[in-house]
């Protein structure tokens, strides 16, 4: 039986811009390490990563550090990758999790599989991949749970995530998209969800109620023919080649609303729900 030898796994997280120090493969009894510790910044990464290093790029992806420790023929890849943010590192998190694996309460999220296992707290996004292919859930879990004792960061949700009604909502549907949300330039970054009837959004990166009132009347004119509808501070509907019938309205900062809406479904009356649950 594993017994977890915590004292021996010590993480440096990265406060201040430090870099994390590597977890210790002792941490686990009959672990060890092996070869040598990588370390890698946002302009190196493609040499680890190659073709995925993008999609941590486009999730503020800072550094990383990792080590490969191995009992037997058994060995367990761990990197621990620093973002910008704990949202962008929930972002990545809920970006690479497997569909048919549930979620566990790991930081602020989590997934252990028979052969890999990720979770995200703090700013800080951790997997671990093991080899060769057979169930290694007991040393994987092992290892999570030192880590996640030592990994210092918050562990509730970004707060956008309980922001859409819950009525008909796709579970586990919420995910940040790191640029061109909804596939438009001029909404830089923000969260989508899945609905029976169509699909929420919120834009999340403008920083003034005046620069979302900019962002929105470009919105407009690039639609064309739009209908003022009367929800938060302003609000339009329109039919888009793209996006189907949407209902877009402006609370704050916050540009929101939805997209692909079903045909007789009140786009009003679900925009005022969304509206009312954004701070």
Known sequence: MMRLLLAALVITLALSGAAPQPPDCRAVQGWAQKDETRSYEPDNLFDYMNGNAEGYLLYRFQQMVGVTCQSGADTILIDISVMADAESAYGIFSANRHPKFPVEKIGMGGQIMPRKATFAKGPYYIELAAEPEKDHTPA????????????????SLPAPLGWFPPERLSADSVRLVPESLLGLRI????????????????VTSEKTPQAAAAVLEKWKVRIGQTAAEQVAEEAFTAEDKFLGRLFVFRKGRYLAGFANLAAGEDGKARAQALAARIP
Do not use: D, I, N
């Open 140 to 155: 994987l879990r092992a290892f999570v749970a030192a880590l996640e004792k030592v990994t210092e960061g918050e562990t």
């Open 187 to 202: 909404l830089s970054r923000g969260y989508v969800a899945e609905y029976e009837y169509g699909k929420g959004f919120v």
